[in-house]
């Protein structure tokens, strides 16, 4: 018998409802979307553990995976990522994350906010002419440059104790959404298409335990237009579950699991992950990823000091699919983010009509001046003619 201390609030299992109803129908086959680049992992912590974060969302990195993580961050943080991809491939992508400096719409905590640009570049294309002389001509243009900037908000929307079984269970409940704008560029096109989309999480923690679980569907909005063609995005829809807990002196184990689902090619992919904290420096990192084209093994390793982090992820499947990343990332935990409020003016607590006005105030009592010495002489005389 299971008895609840309270509800659960409304709005968060009706935002939990909407992300399992938001696929679109008629799905595509593998490959039928745009922007491809934005099923890339973009954390190479995540990365390393084979991709799934959307219940762990503890960085600035959950503007990608699940923007309800943005509650959780304390103090502000800033992260640079590098991809090394494919033959001449490359991707960089670059977030700030903060708390902000007021309570939030639910009135339990200070919110949190983010930044993100993401920039990919597919390599070149060489192109070759014979001119009708019989001489070459040979110019090489960008075969595909994409964009992706992202405005983030996430925050606490519950917190409370539900006794089960006994046990009196701290659950907090998150929810955060993304606004996104997104642009890519094929051959320099001088008119490239531009649109639109938006990602929406929710996450639940149970700290005593170390429990949480998350879920998120992003890209989800309009579509590319290439020409009379418009090509949809690469939607996608992820469930997961983590669980974390301290084992010896300053170490903690991370384990993750992850579904994700690609509801505009019908594609799906198994993630699982493990991370090791070892005496707050070193992260080992390990991960697998299944039921999909780029399955394999994933690794990688952080190194922490102080506020500072570099993290390195590498994949250990197919030649075509394994990209290498590189991110260093920075805490300010000097900067306290301070709740602002408003200043309050005291006022009397007398009516409008009982207060005294100044003019009936009483005036500030003025130091009585000593009695003059003549007078003084004065009695002294009259007691002398008595």
Known sequence: MITLKTKFPNPALAAFAWLLLAAPAGAGGPGSVGMQVLKTDMSPRAAAMGGAFVAVADDVYSLNYNPAGLGQLYVPEASAMHLSGFDDSSLQYAAFGTPLPFIGLAGLAKPGAGLSVMMASAGTFDYKYIMPDGSILAKSYDAQKDLAVSFGYGEKVYSDEVNIEGYNAKIEQYLGLNMKYIRSVLLEDDQPPSTFAFDAGWLVTEPRLGLSAGASVANFGGGLKYGSEITRLPTILRLGLAYQRPTIMDQSLLL????????????????????????????????????????????????????MALDFSMGLGNEVFNASQVAFSYKFSGITVKESRRKTNYRDPEPEGERPSKARQPAKQERRPSRPAQEKKKDTDFFWIY
């Open 256 to 307: 993750a699991t992850e579904a994700d689902f690609y509801t505009s090619e019908d594609l799906k992919s198994l993630r699982f992950g493990l991370e090791y904290h070892f005496e707050k420096i070193f992260n080992f990192r390990l991960g697998y990823r299944g039921a999909e084209d780029n399955k394999g093994v994933t690794t990688g390793i952080g190194v922490h000091y102080e506020d």
